[in-house]
């Protein structure tokens, strides 16, 4: 009876067992069902969460270079101005401003004297020739600091007037004199800036280069400035620019109207020559004609076939500087020293007209 019981209650709590297990296993069913694991959960956001990460950091860089890029360009202009004004330096004659920041009492204007230096206020003579405005400010910030007269001075030099970097215009000139030249400046500016040519001007125009080794430089300039630009040469600071006079020949005698003519272009030829003075008259001896030249040894006479150049039949001679076309009269008796002592006296009175060939 007693074993029956034993066996009851042992078969009881197993089937209790049995329902616990049960139970257990069916809520863990539910809670799996109810909720996805959490490992999947970050699944879907991981690869999109990075590849927009990687975009903010690939535009932040992109950014950063536009921005560094846009510095760049921006500093690309006060760095070309740097270099242009690095190859002007200051010489004797140039009058300086100078001021230091924050102290308005050290404001003052110096020239450049003929040894390069300067007097400032505190720190006496300061050699500045043949510096830079960026090298002349710094050495005159040191000074101050130096002396002890101003910490962490900030020096501006201001250019008023360039002698040593001017360009000189000598010659046939409306206003010769010094002209500046600081920027790009080319050769008809300073031709129009020095009020253009005089009357008796040439075009064969000389640039004298103050550094330079290879010689002048020579540009036939035309009678209209406008006409050929490939002339209008760039002019450089210290450059010298000669513009001389026309030559000049003379045609006296028994022509029209005896006069020296000027050739500011081109040549002149005899035929040219007798037509500008009014042709040979009736009494002109045309077989003793001849032209007077002054050469190494003193005058020189050659005699020119006049019948013969305008029938054609011999080529018409170019004439130059200085050259004295004379035409005798028909019928005079007169050797060829008192001819040309008649034609250099003649042409010494003569009025000077300008000839365009």
């Known amino acids: 009876m007693e074993f029956g019981r034993f066996g009851f209650a042992r078969s009881g709590s197993l089937l209790a067992l049995f329902l616990v297990l049960l139970c257990r296993s069916e809520f863990q069913a539910w809670a799996q069902q109810a909720s996805p694991p959490s490992p999947e959960r970050p699944v879907p956001t991981l690869p999109t969460a990075q590849p927009i990460s990687q975009a903010a950091v690939g535009s932040a860089r992109t950014n950063a270079d536009s921005g560094k890029a846009a510095l760049g360009g921006a500093s690309a202009s006060p760095v070309a101005v740097s270099d242009r004004s690095s190859s002007l330096r200051l010489g004797p004659g140039d009058l300086l401003e100078v001021g230091v920041y924050n102290v308005p009492e050290l404001a003052t204007k110096a020239r450049v004297g003929n040894s390069g230096d300067v007097y400032l206020p505190l720190i006496d003579y300061v050699h500045l020739g043949d510096l830079t405005l960026e090298e002349a400010q710094a ?3 040191k000074r101050l600091g130096d002396g002890g007269f101003v910490r962490n001075a900030h020096v501006t030099i201001f250019l008023d007037e360039s002698a040593s970097q001017g360009v000189t215009m000598l010659g ?13 400046r080319k050769l008809y500016d300073l031709i129009s800036a020095a009020g253009g040519f005089t009357p008796s001007a040439g075009r064969k125009v000389s640039v004298i280069r103050q550094r330079s080794q290879t010689g002048p430089i020579t540009v036939n300039l035309p009678r209209n400035l406008a006409d050929d630009l490939d002339d209008n040469i760039e002019i450089l600071p210290g450059d010298t620019i000669t513009v001389p006079r026309a030559p000049i020949i003379y045609v006296v005698g028994d022509v029209g109207h005896p006069a020296g003519f000027l050739v500011d272009n081109g040549s002149l030829t005899v035929l040219q020559a007798l037509a500008l003075a009014g042709g040979t008259n009736r009494t002109a001896k045309m077989g003793g004609v001849r032209i007077i030249r002054k050469g190494p040894e003193g005058m020189i006479e050659t005699r020119v076939p006049l019948k013969k150049m305008l029938e054609a039949k011999a080529p018409d001679i170019t004439l130059q ?13 007169a050797a060829a020293g008192t001819g040309l002592n008649a ?9 000077i007209i300008a000839a365009h060939p």
């Open 321 to 333: 500087a200085d050259d004295i076309l004379f035409v005798p009269l028909s019928g005079a008796r």
């Open 343 to 351: 034609a250099i006296s003649a042409a010494g009175g003569l009025a």
């Open 139 to 141: 050495l005159i910030e």
């Open 172 to 184: 046939e000139i409306a206003k010769p004199g010094i002209y500046p030249a600081i920027g790009d």
